[in-house]
């Protein structure tokens, strides 16, 4: 008889680190889900603000249509973008062809001392900074849910239960590179 | 310790730190019954939780008016409220808190508020003044780590109800030994108040202890360096808030543990003859090191003073 016990005892137990090992998961994948729709916000901001500055600078130099549309190009293929690879790549696109209208801007001093235009250019420099924020928070939270259905013993059940990892949202070229910080004592 | 044990633990120590205030205003009652009538030590008691609740409700504002701090709008100071909108966007936290100015030359920063909606950011005039964008970003991220872990709401009701027993216990103390014109014939109202000062004292102490852990400012540094990505930003935080020795004029016993240096150096006002038994923060250079070791990096060495 007390061989049942034992295996009803082992059962109970494994019953109930399944269950924290569950709830732990899914507590990280919810950090990961507000994570993504914190950047969300921000590249939704910046893709609101694009239109404005695009306006703007055309006022100046209407003649520069190559870089418009360009800009109007990788504005629309981030707002289509599905996945944070996809996004991540979107991003780095549009970076450089905002890079390219600033640096149209350049050359018309009436444009670069308008008010509407230096106000634009320190709300999508702003965003920008909120957004390589969010990025940070994002992928720390990534890195956590991943390490921990990609990691034994919860690797064995995390796949039959739906986990799947999640993907990083990519860093800029000129972000700092992610260190680790330990906890001293 | 992870941030998930420390989150845990403060919780825990909240519990207790309130559970300690309501058995102390108990026994007090109970004690005073005898000199006081039944009527008085329920009249008493009453006061005792009733000045609990209001803390509990009001203590980020109360704290804000011990340390003369005042609401700092947006439109005053958009580069100050962009940082802490990165740091807190950076951090995962929900919403942004309020800036709170204290205006004071030497450079400090604290967090504090009991309720979700009545926490703030606390920073001085001299801090804004002094530190340059990177190492001020990092000072925000060290105090909304502490918002982050929970470490704000057990750090300001220990400031609000320890306060308050620190007090009285520092009132009674003073009443027991200097009160009287000649030493040798004490009153018996003297010698309650000694009684009462030497039981009073060490409870305060050990709450204080344990919303004191040195292992908080560590933790927090730890956590500012990661939100930033920077260990080093905050390590020259740290060092520049070393060579700086101005200290805040209306910080004492009560709010010091608040701070993210130690705001004095001598501690003033009530609960002063029990600064001798801890110290509210770990010394900068050992915080410094643990930055200098975590990320792989050595700031100079402080220039030899004397």
New interface residues.
């Given amino acids: 008889m007390t061989w049942i016990w034992i295996v009803v005892a082992i059962v109970v137990v494994l019953l109930l680190v399944g269950i924290y090992l569950f709830n732990r998961i899914v507590r990280l994948r919810n950090?990961v889900n507000?994570?993504w729709s914190?950047i969300d916000v921000?590249l939704k901001r910046r893709n609101d603000l694009i239109p404005n500055l695009v306006e703007a600078v055309k006022g100046y130099a209407a003649h520069e249509r190559g870089v418009f549309e360009e800009v109007t190009n990788a504005r629309a293929a981030m707002a289509n973008a599905s996945s944070p690879a996809a996004a991540g790549a979107a991003d780095s696109l549009l970076g450089q062809a905002l890079g390219r209208l600033f640096a149209v801007a350049e050359a018309y001093p009436d444009l670069k001392a308008s008010t509407n235009f230096l106000q634009l250019q320190s709300d999508l420099t702003?965003t920008e900074?909120?957004i390589s924020?969010?990025r940070?928070?994002y992928n720390?939270?990534v890195l956590a849910y991943n390490n921990a259905i990609q990691t034994f013993p919860s690797l064995l059940f995390a796949g039959v239960f739906g986990f799947h990892p999640r993907e990083f949202f990519a860093a800029d070229q000129d972000d700092?590179?992610?260190?680790?910080?330990?906890?001293?004592? | 310790m992870t941030l998930q044990q420390q989150i845990r633990a403060n919780r825990l120590r909240t519990v207790y730190v309130v559970l300690g205030f309501a058995a102390l205003v108990a026994v007090f009652a109970a004690a005073s019954a005898v000199f006081v009538g039944r009527s008085g030590a329920i009249g008493l008691l009453a006061f005792g939780l009733a000045y609990g609740i209001f803390a509990w409700w009001n203590a980020g504002r109360l704290i804000g008016s011990l340390t003369h701090a005042s609401p700092l709008q947006k439109s005053d100071d958009p580069e100050l409220y962009r940082l802490i909108e990165n740091v807190s966007i950076a951090a995962g936290l929900p919403a942004t808190p309020p800036i709170y100015l204290v205006d004071d030359p030497a450079p400090n920063a604290f967090a504090a508020g009991s309720r979700p909606s009545s926490i703030y950011v606390g920073v001085t005039s001299g801090l804004r003044k002094l530190m340059p964008t990177r190492e001020l970003e990092a000072v925000l991220a060290h105090e909304i780590s502490h918002i982050r872990n929970k470490d704000v709401r057990l750090m300001t009701l220990a400031a609000v109800l320890v306060g308050l027993i620190a007090m009285i216990s520092d009132f009674a103390f003073r009443m027991a030994f200097f009160g009287g014109r000649g030493s040798r014939d004490r009153n018996p109202v003297q010698l309650i108040a000694a009684i009462v000062a030497l039981v009073l004292a060490p409870i305060a102490a050990v709450m204080l202890q344990m919303a004191l852990s040195r292992r908080r400012e560590f933790l927090a540094d730890a956590s500012a360096a990661a939100i930033l990505n920077d260990p080093e930003a905050m390590a020259l935080a740290l060092r520049r808030l070393q060579l700086d020795t101005s200290e805040v004029a209306y910080a004492d016993r009560a709010t010091a543990h608040l701070f993210i240096e130690s705001p004095t150096r001598a501690v003033k006002g009530p609960g002063a003859f029990l600064s001798g038994l801890f110290q509210t923060h770990p010394p900068l250079e050992e915080r410094i090191k643990a930055l200098e070791e975590a990320g792989g990096f050595r700031l100079d060495a402080l220039p030899a003073t004397s």
């Fill in positions: 950090e507000t994570g914190n921000q702003d900074d909120k924020a969010a940070r928070y720390a939270t700092r590179a992610p260190v680790a910080v330990s906890f001293q004592s």
